[in-house]
Structure formats: C-alpha cells, structure tokens
C-alpha cells in the first residue's frame, strides 16, 4: 500500500512489487474508502478461489453476511410460531442462502412466514426455503446445534 499527499488530502493505492508499485488507486473525491479503488487503465485483475486458485466467474462474489439470530428473532416474533432456527443453503445465485427450519401450529404456511419474515428485511437477507420440523435440536444449554439441524434435513 503506498500513500501520496497533495495539499492535505491523502490517495490511498493498491499494488504488488511485480507490478511496479501500483495497481489501483481511490479518487480523492471518493466518500468509500474500504474499497480497493479503480483499476489502473493498463492493469486487469481478477478474483480467484485461494483453495483452487481458479478465477471466479461474474456473480461467483457476493460477499453479503446474513446473521442467522437477526432472522431467527424476526421469526419468534410471529405468534403461531413456537420455535425456529436458520442456516444457509448452497443457492445457485448467491452460493448461499438463508433456511429457516420452524416448529409452528398447524395453520400457517411456508408462504405465509417466508412473507412476514421478508417484508421487514432489505432483498439479500430474505429467506428462501421454510421447512417445518417438530423440534429443534439443542443442547443441554439451550444452543440450537445447526450441524446436527443441517445433517439430519440438509
């Protein structure tokens, strides 16, 4: 990382010593500066897997984090649901996405969760998939075990 300063205002850059000092650089008029900023214009870049050290494709980086207790709280605060726990599925679109497992009454359906839950959250963390079960499994201290959740249905 290398730092240029002009009259007070300061450039952060990216690059690697083979490409001779930089890669990218930020605007100064950039408001985001936990970006990596813009390609230098003789420069190409790429995303590559670190386990296959293969590049990835368009839409292979999602990067969105979804934490499992924000939707689980969302859930119990349904009335006809008792219990709920979630965990991400592979997805095609997004390589993983967000599955809630509830123990309900009878008379609600998938649709009907899926919606309540939706409809409070921005797109990325919508639930996908709602599969009813009797119980959730947990241990002696009351933490839902989402390896055994995700072996037993997944």
């Known amino acids: 990382m290398f730092y240029t300063e002009s009259w007070c205002s300061e ?10 000092g930089g890669v990218s650089v930020g605007r100064k008029t950039d408001v985001n500066h936990a ?8 420069c190409a870049a790429k995303i590559i897997d670190v386990n296959t050290q293969q590049a990835l494709g368009p839409g292979e980086v999602k990067g ?3 934490p499992p207790a ?7 605060t349904h009335p006809k649901i008792m219990d709920c726990a979630v965990i991400g599925v592979p997805d095609h679109m997004t390589g993983e996405a967000p599955k809630a497992f509830v123990v309900a009454q009878k008379d609600i359906t998938t649709d009907e969760i899926k919606q309540y839950v939706n ?36």
């Open 119 to 154: 409809n409070q959250l921005v797109a990325f963390k919508h639930i996908k998939e709602v599969q009813f079960v009797d119980e959730i499994p947990k241990n002696p201290a009351g933490k839902v075990l989402r390896k055994d959740l995700k072996a037993k249905y997944c």
């Open 35 to 42: 970006t990596v900023g813009y390609l230098f214009g003789s």
């Open 70 to 76: 924000e939707l689980e709280t969302i859930l119990r």
């Open 64 to 66: 969105f984090q979804v």
């Open 11 to 20: 450039t952060k850059g990216y690059g690697l010593t083979e490409t001779n």
